[in-house]
């Protein structure tokens, strides 16, 4: 279970990792057309009362405001909520860059404006003077750094 290197969203709290803030991720709310046609809506809908909502098993703000829906799906992999989001199974939180990528899947902006997580790169303590370690953290944050 141990890795040398991890990003993560949500700061790290163990002591003995080193974290630095390396990026952000956007995610915004997202439907597959199916689920629009079959409800009879368009992408402009600025309200999920009563609709079926897809959700992270991870306190999100996202979460807070929500409403009274119908969450047909909880689960701890984001792969899976595209997953069921693409199948039209309901309205998921998803990072864009990974969305937008999938042309079934309808951004829905009149929810609100797209919601901004720190990404973290952290490593234990004892390797960051490891040089292998060090010359792969260095290159992520780089990337990283030129993506946001």
Do not use: K
Not at 126 to 144: E, G, K, P, T, Y
């Amino acid at each position: 279970g141990a890795a040398d290197l991890a990003l993560r969203i949500g700061r790290p709290t163990e002591p003995s990792l080193i974290v630095r803030r390396v990026s952000e991720v956007s995610s915004r709310p997202y439907a597959a057309r199916s689920w629009l046609d079959a409800n009879s809506l368009e992408a402009d809908l600025t309200s999920l009362e009563d609709r079926e909502v897809l959700l992270l098993l991870a306190p999100h703000r996202w979460t807070n405001d929500l409403g009274r829906v119908r969450p047909v799906m909880r689960s701890t992999e984001i792969s899976v909520l595209m997953e069921a989001c693409a199948a039209g199974l309901g309205v998921a939180l998803l990072p864009d860059a990974l969305a937008m990528r999938r042309p079934e899947l309808v951004p829905l902006a009149a929810l609100g404006e797209p919601l901004a997580d720190p990404v973290w790169l952290a490593m234990h303590r004892d390797l960051a003077q490891v040089a292998r370690v060090r010359a792969v953290a260095d290159f992520l944050v780089d990337i990283l750094t030129e993506v946001h």
